[in-house]
């Protein structure tokens, strides 16, 4: 089966989504598609640790099984950056990402050399779309939830994947009040300071 995750990077998104995002964030096409690729496995990552345990598991596949997550957004010709889509968006992170989502809008923005406003943005609006994706999977091939956890699993290790999951698909969400997504973004920030004093000291 062709995973619906990847064939939302390739066959959904590159076009559409990121003359959008240019547009909307004011951005060139080059920045959109950096945020975009990076964006992604930050999504997929938070999905994939949801599904690690059974009740994290059991909500996906409940919610990825309403109509609002038929697919239907893919085959749209509409705003992803509408108010309507980023509120849901809003909605769908809060979920996957919880408390941590405005500390990882900011590792985002800092790896991507945008703002959190404009990380957050992006975060948001590509969250019904990777919903819509896997959601269509789950009605068309008739995945049960073993098998939508497994996909989100499978995706992270692809090429594509892997080499854009960087540091913040690897710092991921501090789901056990550990602290550590906190250190690693501390060391974000001393790493783009000593970057800063730098260049002045030239």
Do not use: C
Request: proline share 1%; glycine share 6%; charged share 25%.
């Amino acid at each position: 089966m062709k995973n619906p995750v990847s064939a939302l990077i390739k066959d959904q998104i590159q076009a559409q989504f990121y003359a959008q995002a240019a547009k909307k964030l004011n951005l060139d096409l080059g920045q959109s598609q950096d945020l975009v690729v990076k964006a992604l496995p930050t999504l997929i990552k938070g999905m994939a640790i949801n599904t690690q345990s059974k009740n994290g598991a059991k909500d996906l596949f409940g919610a990825l099984t309403q109509k609002k997550h038929d697919g239907n957004i893919l085959d749209s010709n509409q705003d992803f950056f509408a108010d309507s889509n980023l509120d849901e968006g809003d909605k769908i992170l809060k979920h996957i990402l919880g408390d941590t989502r405005d500390d990882i809008a900011a590792a985002l923005a800092f790896e991507t050399k945008t703002d959190t406003h404009t990380a957050k943005k992006t975060l948001a609006a590509l969250s019904p779309l990777v919903m819509g994706a896997l959601g269509k999977a789950v009605q068309s091939k008739k995945l049960n939830a073993d098998q939508v956890s497994s996909i989100l699993n499978i995706a992270l290790k692809e090429k594509d994947f892997a080499k854009a999951g960087n540091r913040i698909a690897l710092l991921m969400l501090d789901k056990n009040n550990n602290g550590q997504y906190k250190d690693d973004l501390f060391e974000m920030g001393k790493v783009w300071l000593s970057k800063l004093l730098s260049k002045k000291k030239k």
